[in-house]
């Protein structure tokens, strides 16, 4: 699979910062916009995402549920391997971004750049009913990347491009709740599977694209 199709490269200029704040969690909400063409095919879906991110560890999990071919199902993602950096911008007009850490190969290949899951301009997040942090309110993604997982002449192209919001209220509820990271992951699969979702809209059938720069699967579902 070819990745970093669409990287955002983060280079030299970029302030690396400290992110001192209260052992809460953050969670995202919103939707994903993902086209397949393949196989003689083309495919358009419409993914809506919960993103819950603790940013004491850096990991965060992924939850993401489509309709799609009249199927009503979500997948699960954990997504160990970020690190938080802060981009010090014009007039005081900080972002933040969450980037994947540099592999070992990467880092003895000399590779000065990451890849980024998501970025957006900083704000004053209220996480709890007495604590807030400085953090992005909004986390923008979008990458491509190809699935070979079914042979090269069965190669699926895959663009996408995701934007999520703060959700003050998921969050506030979670922190006062003092739930762990797989507690808060676990009651959104269960608010999910009320809606009538199914667990594990599969990423193994055509492949997890290889692209590090957005919440972006590959769903087996070109039919």
Do not use: W
Not at 69 to 84: F, G
Not at 91 to 102: D, E, H, V
């Amino acid at each position: 699979m070819k990745k970093n199709l669409s990287l955002v490269i983060l280079s030299g200029a970029l302030l690396l910062t400290p992110f001192q704040a209260p052992a809460e969690l953050l969670i995202y909400k919103g939707t994903q916009k993902l086209n397949y063409n393949g196989q003689e095919r083309t495919l358009a879906v419409n993914t809506k995402v919960f993103f819950v991110f603790d940013h004491e560890t850096s990991q965060g999990v992924e939850i993401s549920y489509a309709t799609v071919n009249r199927i009503k199902s979500y997948h699960n993602n954990p997504i160990t391997n970020l690190h938080v950096i802060t981009v010090a911008g014009l007039n005081g007009k900080n972002s933040t971004a969450l980037a994947y850490l540099r592999s070992q190969c990467d880092l003895d290949a000399g590779v000065s750049g990451e890849g980024i899951l998501g970025r957006g301009p900083n704000s004053i997040l209220t996480v709890n009913s007495n604590a807030t942090v400085v953090f992005a309110k909004t986390l923008a993604g979008g990458g491509s990347g190809v699935s070979l997982s079914d042979g090269l002449d069965q190669a699926i192209l895959v663009q996408g491009s995701t934007f999520l919001s703060f959700d003050r209220t998921q969050t506030i509820r979670s922190n006062a709740a003092g739930e762990t990271l797989d507690n808060a992951a676990a009651r959104l699969i269960a608010y999910v599977e009320s809606l009538g979702y199914i667990g594990g809209f599969s990423r193994s059938a055509s492949g997890m694209i290889a692209t590090k720069t957005s919440f972006l699967p590959a769903l087996p579902l070109i039919e």
